[in-house]
């Protein structure tokens, strides 16, 4: 009975050893399956971000070229007459510079507008919508109701911001002398209230509004609860930024 138990136990120790090292072989091949699987996981990722620098600096040479290629066009342009407006680049013995207008013999029609001010509404329209949002958000604070964007009010708003940006003045009057209501007259704009906010050289959305904001008249308009529909225009000419909000019943 005693050589039997002895030999059991013998027994009982190699079965024992010999699965640890089963165990320990699997182990190390499941580790090295998942380092082999991170490997392939991390290049993958690798191989992406790569693509993705390259695809960033691409574009990047794209939107330098296109930069360049519109400044260029801008320059070029400069001295040709748009609308009868004639711009000028003048440098000082500081070698800065700024624009003269001579926009004496202002002649667009209204039909040129109307298609430019479309063509700017599609290609601006994220930044008109971002002064749309804004602008609730104020109305929202004082519990007015929110306005509706209306895209034939931002024609007209458009308008106005290129009439504003060509003559080189801020006010609220047409290169024609009328009043800035007159666009929406000659575009058939139903109204009965109506009301017009105008700023020029706000680098952006924030900007513009801040200064909407803090300002007593323009403020008002913008609360105003007889109001229910905003348009809005922006309109950049070389570098200067011109904003029109312009409200309706």
Known sequence: MEVSGVFMKKVIVIVVF????????????????????????????????VKDIKEYKEKEKNIIKEDKDDLSIKENNLNSPKYGVIINKVTNENNSFYYEYDSSNYN???????????YIYNINYEV??????????????????????????????????????????????????S???????????????????????????EAIINAWYNSNGHYKNIINEHYNKIGLGYYNLNGDKYWVQLFSD
């Open 108 to 118: 667009a029609s209204l039909e040129d507008l109307v298609k430019e001010a479309k």
């Open 179 to 205: 009043s800035w209501n007159e666009v929406l007259d000659l575009l058939n704009y139903s109204y009965g209230y109506a009301g017009e906010n105008i700023g020029r050289y706000y680098k952006d959305e």
């Open 18 to 49: 010999v699965l640890v090292y089963n165990l320990l072989i699997c182990d190390s091949n499941l580790n090295s399956f998942n380092i082999k699987e991170d490997n392939i996981y991390f290049s993958n990722a690798l191989k992406e971000e």
């Open 128 to 177: 008109l919508n971002n002064v749309f949002i804004m602008t609730n958000n104020m109305r929202e604070y004082v519990n007015a109701t929110s306005l509706t964007f209306d895209y034939n009010l931002s024609i007209c708003a458009i308008i106005r911001a290129i009439e504003l940006a060509y003559t080189n003045k801020l006010e609220h009057k047409r290169p024609n002398g």
